[in-house]
């Protein structure tokens, strides 16, 4: 069983078992003016496609607060951008397996998946890929990026804060960076622990920072002489 929803701001969605699964994914500017029905198939799709591996040959119930999606799914649409989402959805659950059972339910049964839809990611930074080719040049290749998410990720593998699709893994602390050239943009309170993690794992990585003399990390790349610390090989 699974839950999603949309909101004005992001898309959200769970899976109803013993390892539960959330997935979130904010919305870009062009996505918030679009109409609900396509935000809450949107939805769908990507909580789907994000699922995926976990629901192969398996019977799934989705419930969802919007009676168009279940038609849709259902029948189709004669809106061509909507159709294009029912047909990926089809696409993803005949290659898979999935039977896909759409069912809707009144919005105060949603709260949890309309929770999720509301979260706002306001760490949810990156490097352009001008800078992210430019830096692979000097210290890659890289091998995956451990802060991303399917929309801003510079690299096919990822760990990402919850589930999106191609998503390698969550939680990047969670995971060996061992015998991996690392790509790091992490969220700044989290650059302290990426920095430790490194150590713990004795791995290398490029972790990219904003100059912050008084932050809490600072001391971490440079000592009282504004030296790298010995395990910084190198820094800008």
């Known amino acids: ?17 013993s390892n539960e699964k959330i997935f979130h994914c904010m919305l870009n500017e062009n996505e918030k003016k679009l109409s609900s029905t396509w935000r809450e198939l949107r939805a769908i ?6 699922f995926e591996p976990d629901l192969k040959c398996k019977i799934v119930k ?5 009676q168009n999606c279940v038609n849709i799914i259902n029948k189709g649409s004669t809106k ?24 809707w339910i ?35 290749p890289y091998t995956i990026d451990r802060f ?3 929309h801003n990720t510079k690299l096919k593998r990822f760990n990402s804060k919850f589930w999106n699709p191609g998503s390698t893994a969550i939680d990047a602390f969670a995971q060996n960076w061992t015998m991996e050239n690392n790509w790091m943009v992490p969220p700044i309170s989290l650059v302290a622990k990426s920095i430790k993690h490194l150590i ?37």
């Open 106 to 140: 009144p919005r105060c049964e949603n709260f949890k998946a309309d929770f999720i839809s509301k979260m706002v990611d306001i760490d949810d930074w990156q490097t352009s890929f001008q800078f992210f080719t430019f830096m692979n040049e000097i210290w890659g």
């Open 80 to 103: 061509l951008h909507l159709q294009h989402l029912a047909y990926d959805i089809f696409r993803i659950c005949t290659r898979s397996g999935i039977t896909l059972c759409p069912t």
């Open 45 to 50: 799709q990507l909580s789907l496609n994000s």
């Open 200 to 236: 713990l794992c004795r791995a290398e990585g490029t972790l990219i920072v904003p100059k912050w003399p008084s932050s809490a990390f600072w001391s971490l790349i440079f000592n009282r002489r504004l030296e790298f610390q010995p395990y910084v090989i190198e820094g800008s």
């Open 148 to 150: 991303a998410n399917f």
């Open 1 to 17: 069983m699974i839950y999603s929803d949309a909101s004005n701001v992001a898309l959200g969605a769970y899976t109803v078992e």
């Open 62 to 66: 989705w419930h969802t607060d919007n």
